[in-house]
């Protein structure tokens, strides 16, 4: 499903609340990527191990063969991990959105302090803190959403209150 910015931030607000999971283009991208090389790759190379460890022999002490199931059963739980995400996904269309406050697919560089962070907002299925993408449903991600530049937010965060200025939204 496509989102525009017809509903404003009001919608944008309202769907988080609702847990509907949000992707950027980019984000959807990143994710068909990341299952096909799960099914294609990954998923074949597990089972070749699981079926060598099998033919040693007795897998009851095969540490192989326990190791490789493990992985399987990660590789599976993360492909119906992906799968469920573009079931309930909302794609947002970074195009039709209003540059001029933040919204999830916009880039927002925001000084807290002495430091300056460049920071994309996207869906928590995307999201990587150490990049800059932060998930909108996160502390900051909820306190930007909306805001425009110039605006500041204070963040209550598990490692105490923090204050931000939005710099720039691109």
């Known amino acids: 499903m496509l989102f525009n910015n ?5 919608c944008f607000r309202r769907c988080l609340e609702m847990s509907e999971e949000f992707l950027t283009n980019q984000g959807l991208k990143k994710l068909k990527e990341e299952l096909e090389y799960l099914v294609r790759e990954k998923r ?4 070749g191990r699981i079926r060598e460890a099998v033919s040693l022999g007795d897998i009851s002490e095969n540490a192989e063969y326990a190791e490789a199931k ?11 991990e992906i799968e469920s995400v ?3 996904a909302k794609i947002v269309n970074s ?4 540059a001029s406050t933040v919204e999830i697919g916009c880039s927002v560089e925001v000084r807290g302090g ?9 869906g928590k299925a995307e999201a990587n803190p150490e990049t800059g993408e932060i998930s909108a449903e996160s502390p900051l991600g909820r306190a930007l959403l909306g ?4 605006e500041t937010v ?11 200025t939005i710099v720039r939204i691109a």
Request: charged fraction near 30%.
């Open 6 to 10: 017809r509903g404003g931030q009001d």
């Open 44 to 47: 074949r190379e597990v089972a």
């Open 70 to 80: 493990e992985e399987q059963a990660f590789i599976e739980g993360r492909i119906s």
């Open 86 to 88: 573009f079931r309930n």
């Open 95 to 98: 195009a039709s959105r209003n």
């Open 114 to 122: 002495a430091q300056t962070r460049n920071l994309m907002l996207v």
């Open 147 to 150: 805001k425009t530049a110039g």
């Open 154 to 164: 204070d963040v209550h965060t598990p490692a105490g209150n923090r204050r931000y």
